[in-house]
């Protein structure tokens, strides 16, 4: 239960079962070609690097040629390559659950390449081989990007293919109908995934149910979970509260399906915990999952200031010139101020000036008591609406890339607000906050968060709560750097934008 969380937010430890007699599934088969195939691509990479780097180290003419005594191309490249792609394969790049989601996949395809470079300098070293510096520092410097991007890509096209009904993986969730809803619900709104729920496994204390209250059918118990993947031709049985009443029942479980081609996950009882914050350390047997206190007094600190004030002052040197083109857009368009000044609560209840880019007509704030009716979601506390009438021309599209957002880099470098972080919350709206929510106020609101980068102004309230929650317990800088590089893609797609 200490395995990496997903980017689903459901903890899935993989237990997966042995396959030894039952004949290969269509999906176990497909998954195999895909691995091979993402295998193939990062082979033809690294020979592209290893040969790139062999050229390069005469013809850029920043290495000393008499160095260079032995033919690498020639007398190492091939081993180079072959160390390569063994460490890919220890480091477990090619693993099912890895594959195509999550960060895990990258960090491991960077250790791969780092234990490489590792072993060759060591061993270059206590054989005395005179490795060609420049060779060596090319080969990385060209091959670690370059695979990278190939996993993007490999990434996209397996997502593509999910969206397109193709390479789907069959899923049955077995344990109570409110805990079998819960995973469902998660899956179905990460599509991405690639997971087709075919079916729920129930308790023998509702053998009554026909289905879970969201929808999805009951196709058998919890105890002939064996039964019911032949029948169902389940690739993934993922475990939830209530599927088995005690461990030695799960092992029985875990048993039956043993030879059949399917993974098992378990979704613990711990929620929304980063993968960071768990250490699983056996104790006789028994998975002890040490979890470590939340992050939101490190969210607070030197580190992420230092982070803030380096990385707005450039994003603000960059945009200067978009900001003043718009500026003055905003200005012809109705003579009004630029700039649109609203309180905002920050950091601990700190009152503030947020600013923005004039994105609606001058009595916006006056005129909202005739729009609210036109609000798309009437139980969230913030106020959205898909068509506002008081977004003018140009603030239409400001709104529709974020450009309105920029001024809040001031915020930013003034320590009003950070790079990353919950939506600043008006003042009427933390009124009405549930105590839980409060911690919300423990860190500086961002300029983006994970609710910036999972559907923006179509979320509903409780899950831009639950993301802001997530973010506050569980930061870190990697966290911060992987919600920016989503945001430019967020922002270009501009799916709940307005």
């Not at 395995?3 to 899935?12: D, F, K, T, V, Y």
């Not at 969206?163 to 469902?184: E, K, Y």
Request: aromatic share 6%.
């Amino acid at each position: 239960m200490g395995q990496p969380m997903g980017e689903s937010g459901i903890a899935l430890m993989d237990v997966s079962s042995r396959p030894t007699t039952q004949p290969l599934t269509d999906r176990t088969r497909s998954q195999r070609l895909l691995q091979m195939a993402i295998a193939g691509g990062d082979l033809i990479v690294i020979v592209l690097a290893t040969a790139l780097a062999a050229v390069g180290r005469t013809r850029l003419g920043m290495f000393d040629p008499t160095a260079d005594i032995n033919d690498v191309a020639q007398s190492v490249g091939l081993w180079i390559v072959a160390a390569w792609m063994l460490a890919n394969v220890a480091m477990g790049t090619y693993a099912r659950a890895h594959v195509g989601a999550g960060t895990i996949e990258y960090a491991r395809i960077c250790s791969a390449a780092g234990i490489t470079a590792g072993t060759i300098g060591i061993i270059s070293y206590l054989t005395k081989f005179n490795l060609s510096r420049g060779f060596f520092v090319l080969l990385f410097a060209i091959g670690v990007p370059l695979l990278l991007l190939w996993r993007w890509l490999a990434r996209r096209l397996v997502h593509r293919a999910h969206a397109h009904g193709h390479l789907l993986t069959r899923v049955l969730i077995t344990g109570s109908a409110s805990h079998v809803d819960d995973v469902a619900a998660v899956l179905e709104r990460e599509s991405w995934l690639g997971y087709r729920i075919v079916g729920a496994l129930v308790p023998s204390s509702s053998t009554t149910l026909t289905a879970t209250p969201r929808g999805v059918p009951v196709v058998g118990l919890s105890a002939r979970t064996a039964d019911a993947v032949r029948r169902e031709k389940a690739d993934l049985v993922v475990f939830t509260e209530g599927a088995f009443p005690s461990a030695v029942d799960f092992r029985r479980i875990a048993w039956d399906l043993e030879g059949h081609h399917v993974q098992m996950a378990v979704v613990p009882s711990l929620s929304d915990i980063s993968s960071g914050r768990m250490t699983m350390r056996p104790v006789g047997g028994l998975p002890l999952v040490h979890v470590e206190q939340p992050q939101s007094l490190g969210a607070s600190r030197g580190l992420k200031r230092v982070f803030d004030l380096v990385g707005a002052s450039l994003l603000l040197v960059l945009a200067l010139p978009l900001m003043i083109v718009c500026a003055v857009l905003v200005k012809l368009g109705d003579g009004g101020p630029v700039l649109f000044r609203q309180t905002r609560v920050g950091r601990d209840g700190f009152l503030f000036e947020c600013l923005k880019l004039r994105s609606m007509v001058v009595d916006a704030e006056a005129q909202l008591s005739r729009v609210t009716h036109l609000t798309s979601d009437p139980d969230n506390l913030l106020f959205k609406a898909t068509r506002d009438p008081r977004v003018t021309r140009i603030g239409a599209f400001m709104r529709r890339f974020s450009i309105d957002e920029l001024p809040q880099l001031i915020n930013v470098i003034a320590g009003e607000m950070s790079l990353v972080g919950p939506r600043p919350a008006l003042p009427a709206e933390v009124r009405r906050y549930h105590p839980d929510v409060q911690r919300r106020l423990h860190v500086r609101p961002g300029m983006t968060g994970l609710w910036q980068v999972s559907g923006r102004s179509d979320l509903s309230w409780d899950d831009t709560v639950r993301l802001d929650l997530y973010y506050v317990d569980n930061w870190s800088i990697v966290q911060d750097l992987t919600i920016m590089a989503k945001t430019i893609h967020a922002v270009l797609r501009s799916r709940g934008a307005y």
